[in-house]
Structures are given as structure tokens and as C-alpha cells.
């Protein structure tokens, strides 16, 4: 009798510590396998140094890695610079699209900042704040670039780099280069000087041509009589003033530049270059 109880009891204890033992190896797992129900694993794998994995409660959340820095994750919620980076060879982070097995559209990603939905009132609201700082003490022509946009459209795509509702507030020069701004249902308000293309053209044998890229041409040259002047390409709505400092006189059109003067015209399609100043 007294045998048969020492031999349960050495039976619980080694079943107690095979338990213990095995649920201290479930425990210390390095690697998660999540199944989908259909054969295809996503594996959570435990970061070097350590950290706490937070799942979401409720429905639709987002899983969240918080502790040891080191991991190189990118925060949710965070008041400060959460990491650094001391190669600036490599992007801060860098995300795009894979294989896309669907035809839907790719929808990049949304950043939506309104106080409102939590009820709060006159407060501002800022969706994307970017900073650059360039410096050229050992090159001369470096540039701080806050912001590069790249539309394509392939195959008769369409491109829009940036599609804007609202004011567009600058505080410094506007370049544009190769395309004018076109400006649809709002108004355009410069608080500085607008600088605009020009080119000096020289007549020869009494004809110049301008291009129509330009909105500044000052024609130079002796010629002989009247200067006739051709517009190498134009479009409805496109300025072009042309400044004469010949002897003769200007010829655009049905209109005249008298010598040592000049003449604001704006295109129209089907009527050519009228003048908007005499």
C-alpha cells in the first residue's frame, strides 16, 4: 500500500513538472504562427532585445510593438523623435505596393487630421508637417528639397502631381518649369515679384521668329523696315509683351510696335494676338 502511494506520487510530480516544463517552452516560443483558416501563416517573430507586442481590443485595430527602440518600428501616437538615424544613405522608411493580384485602384495612404470627430472646436489641424535642411559649406549648389512629387501616366494616363483643395500658401519663390499653372474656379494672389521667361531676339532680313515659350521677347537688330514677327507656338490665353529697340517698327499680326517701345498681347483662338496695352 504504502508502495503504491509512493508511486502516484512520484507520478504527479513528474507529470507537474512536465507541464510546467512545457508550458515554460510554449512560453519562451521565438516565433507566432497565425493561420488563416486556409493554410497561409502569418509568423510573428520575436525582435532581438527584447519588447512587449500590445494586441488591439475590439475589432479593426492595429498591432502595436512598443519597448526597446532597436527594433526599427515606426509608432503609433508618438510626442517625440522615437529613433534616429545616422546613415543618410537609407530612407527613413520606405513602403510600396507588391504584385497587385486585383484591378482595384492603388490608393497610397491617408493621413486624416480633424480634432472635430472628437468634438473639439478652434483648434488648428496639420496632416503632414515635412522639414529639410540642406547645407553647402563643402559643396557649393546643394538644395534642401521638402517635398518631391512624381506623377506618371502611362498609356494615356493622366498625371497630376499635386491635386489641391483649398488655399496654396508659399513663403518663397515659385519655380515651374516645362508647364504653365493652370488655375481652374479660384484666384491667384502673389505678395511678391512674379518673374516671368524672357529672351532677346534678333531680327534678320526685316523678319524674327519668338518663341513660344517665352513671355517676355525684346527684338534687337538694324533692320531695314518693318520687322515681321512670328510666335513659333501659341495657346488661348498665353502673354507674350515684346519690348522693340530697333529702329523700325514691330509687326505681330495685324498689330504694331512702334520703335523704342513695347506692347502687351494675349492669344485667342481664331482671332490670333490681341493687344491688351497700347
Do not use: C
Amino acid at each position: 500500500m504504502k508502495n503504491n502511494a509512493f508511486r502516484i506520487g512520484l507520478v504527479f510530480i513528474a507529470t507537474t513538472l512536465i507541464s510546467a516544463h512545457v508550458g515554460q517552452a510554449q512560453i519562451r516560443q521565438t516565433h507566432l504562427y497565425i493561420d488563416d483558416g486556409y493554410g497561409n501563416f502569418e509568423v510573428l517573430s520575436a525582435s532581438l532585445g527584447g519588447g512587449t507586442l500590445s494586441f488591439p481590443s475590439g475589432s479593426g485595430g492595429t498591432l502595436l510593438t512598443t519597448g526597446n527602440e532597436s527594433q526599427n518600428v515606426v509608432e503609433y501616437g508618438a510626442s517625440s523623435v522615437q529613433n534616429t538615424l545616422t546613415n543618410g544613405g537609407n530612407y527613413l522608411f520606405n513602403v510600396g505596393y507588391g504584385t497587385m493580384g486585383t484591378t482595384a485602384d492603388a490608393k497610397g495612404a491617408i493621413i486624416t487630421a480633424d480634432p472635430t470627430l472628437g468634438g473639439h472646436t478652434s483648434v488648428n489641424a496639420t496632416a503632414l508637417m515635412l522639414s529639410a535642411t540642406a547645407d553647402a559649406t563643402d559643396a557649393a549648389g546643394e538644395k534642401a528639397t521638402g517635398l518631391s512629387i512624381s506623377a506618371v501616366g502611362n498609356n494615356g494616363a493622366s498625371a497630376v502631381a499635386i491635386d489641391a483643395t483649398g488655399n496654396v500658401d508659399v513663403n518663397g519663390d515659385v519655380s515651374v518649369s516645362n508647364h504653365a499653372v493652370t488655375i481652374t474656379g479660384g484666384n491667384l494672389t502673389v505678395g511678391k515679384v512674379i518673374f516671368v521667361s524672357s529672351e532677346v531676339d534678333a531680327e534678320s532680313g526685316n523678319a524674327v521668329a519668338v518663341s513660344g515659350a517665352t513671355s517676355f521677347a525684346k527684338i534687337s537688330g538694324s533692320p531695314t523696315a518693318t520687322v515681321t514677327v512670328t510666335v513659333s507656338s501659341s495657346t488661348t490665353g498665353q502673354v507674350l509683351y515684346l519690348s522693340n529697340s530697333t529702329v523700325q517698327s514691330l509687326k505681330l499680326g495685324t498689330n504694331t510696335v512702334v520703335a523704342g517701345s513695347g506692347r502687351t498681347f494675349i492669344f485667342y483662338s481664331g482671332y490670333g494676338w490681341l493687344p491688351v496695352s497700347s
